[in-house]
T-cell receptor, first 117, second 113 residues
Framework: GAVVSQHPSWVICKSGTSVKIECRSL??????MFWYRQFPKQSLMLMAT?????????EQGVEKDKFLINHASLTLSTLTVTSAHPEDSSFYIC?????????????FGPGTRLLVL | QKEVEQNSGPLSVPEGAIASLNCTYS??????FFWYRQYSGKSPELIMF????GDKEDGRFTAQLNKASQYVSLLIRDSQPSDSATYLC?????????????FGAGTRLAVHP
């Protein structure tokens, strides 16, 4: 399968600071990437769709000014959690679409665990 | 009604048995169907996908799709303790755009020796 990396894998920060998470497709180009959040024992929640060269599309209820997304290239998308608070502590996972002809498959990164103190 | 529904489980099966995981979806126009496995504390890992009605086999895994009944299932033959995980069903809806996936809440599978 395709390889998607995330960095960092763990972040512990103080309340009020901003945290940037990187998502990279390592062996393919991805015009579309997604950002998810998962709280303990809950399902994946899609936060936003990141498109290379254009603004991200946010899901209802997700604050675009708090979760800044930049899809700077075909292999890199970043999520910045601005002014993080304890309630933002969660498991953040990105995914990237790999297209082979008409077949498009979404592969996930290993996730970033954020703890805001 | 949730867009993608799965029984949360846990589904408990003995080692060597067949585990059957089911998923129903509400959008009749859904295009693509995926099964992901998620171990505790890890991100989802793609197991297989299916687009057409019928069965698709890959090793010990078989995905079954019935669009008329709007369900998709995953069979795991010769279940192993290492198969113990949460299995997520995901669907690309007709109107989703951007190939967005709609996930079910997942079924927790426990394979006991």
């Amino acid at each position: 399968g395709a390889v998607v990396s995330q960095h960092p894998s763990w972040v512990i920060c103080k309340s009020g600071t901003s945290v940037k998470i990187e998502c990279r497709s390592l062996d393919f180009q991805a015009t579309t990437m997604f950002w998810y959040r998962q709280f303990p024992k809950q399902s994946l929640m899609l936060m936003a769709t990141s498109n290379e060269g254009s603004k991200a599309t946010y899901e209802q209820g997700v604050e675009k000014d708090k979760f800044l997304i930049n899809h700077a290239s075909l292999t890199l998308s970043t999520l910045t959690v601005t002014s993080a608070h304890p309630e933002d502590s969660s498991f953040y996972i990105c995914s990237a679409i790999m297209a082979r002809g008409f077949q498009e498959t979404q592969y996930f990164g290993p996730g970033t665990r954020l703890l805001v103190l | 009604q949730k867009e993608v529904e799965q029984n949360s489980g846990p589904l408990s099966v003995p080692e060597g048995a067949i585990a059957s995981l089911n998923c129903t979806y509400s959008d009749r126009g859904s295009q693509s169907f995926f099964w992901y496995r998620q171990y505790s504390g890890k991100s989802p890992e793609l197991i297989m996908f299916i687009y057409s009605n019928g069965d698709k086999e890959d090793g010990r895994f078989t995905a079954q799709l019935n669009k008329a009944s709007q369900y998709v299932s995953l069979l795991i033959r010769d279940s192993q303790p290492s198969d113990s995980a949460t299995y997520l069903c995901a669907v690309t809806p007709f109107s989703g755009g951007y190939n967005k996936l709609i996930f079910g809440a997942g079924t927790r599978l426990a394979v006991h020796p």
